[in-house]
């Protein structure tokens, strides 16, 4: 089993681009959840994915979407990118509210 | 809104010693779940033990046990018999019964000395 699997694992855009994650969950997970973690600081929640809706959000701006396919891998979408959007880019899945299981996460860096 | 605070930006032990990670919370919710995570430099983020508040009870898995006071708001972890691929950046976290997102503290960096 390959847990939870993210791509591209390092990513580097210019302000005013869009961006695009990937997030594949671990094997029986139905439910994506996506955090932001800037650096020296611990995750904030995006928003979260299930039954390829978007459940919970948040706050963040519009600018951060989302979606999920029928085989639960999920993307996050960032479009008009600010130099404050870099960061490392968490995925976890769950069967539950609690995500157990984390991807590596997608360094963002936006010069 | 709920904050979750840990005061200790890094600590250090010794190999084999036992440490105590502190951290409290702020809520006006009588439902909740208490966690720890752990992310070690491979930046994989790792449920390292969870508690619900309806529990008395304080969670124990392995060597990492919690000490879970409600009515201070106060959530520690305890690491016995410290090993060296306990290293890495732990994290309290704090999510509400009724909402899915999970709130993060700052993290604690724990180095363990050989």
């Known amino acids: 089993d390959a847990g939870v699997t993210q791509s591209p694992t390092h990513l580097i855009k210019t302000r005013g681009q869009q961006v695009t994650l990937r997030c594949s969950p671990k094997s029986g997970h139905d439910t994506v959840s996506w955090y932001q973690q800037a650096l020296g600081q611990g995750p904030q929640f995006i928003f979260q994915?299930?039954?390829?809706?978007?459940?919970q959000r948040g706050n963040f701006p519009d600018r951060f979407s989302g979606h999920q396919f029928p085989n639960y891998s999920s993307e996050l979408n960032v479009n008009a990118l600010l130099l404050g959007d870099s960061a490392l880019y968490l995925c976890?899945?769950?069967?539950?509210?609690?995500?157990?299981?984390f991807g590596p996460g997608t360094r963002l860096l936006v010069l | 809104a709920q904050t979750v605070t840990q005061s200790q930006p890094e600590m250090s032990v010794q190999e084999a010693e036992t440490v105590t990670l502190s951290c409290t919370y702020d809520?006006?919710?009588?439902?909740?779940?208490l966690f720890w995570y752990k992310q070690p430099p491979s930046r994989q983020m790792i449920l390292v033990i969870r508690q619900e508040a309806y529990k008395q009870q304080n969670a124990t898995e392995n060597r990492f046990s919690v000490n879970f006071q409600k009515a201070a708001k106060s959530f520690s972890l305890k690491i016995s018999d410290s090993q060296l691929g306990d290293a890495a950046m732990y994290f309290c976290?704090?999510?509400?019964?009724?909402?899915?997102?999970?709130?993060f503290g700052k993290g604690t960096r724990l180095h363990i000395l050989p």
């Open positions: 809520t006006s919710e009588s439902d909740y779940y």
């Open positions: 976290a704090y999510r509400s019964a009724y909402l899915d997102k999970i709130i």
């Open positions: 976890a899945s769950s069967l539950t509210h609690t995500p157990r299981y």
């Open positions: 994915y299930y039954e390829e809706e978007e459940r």
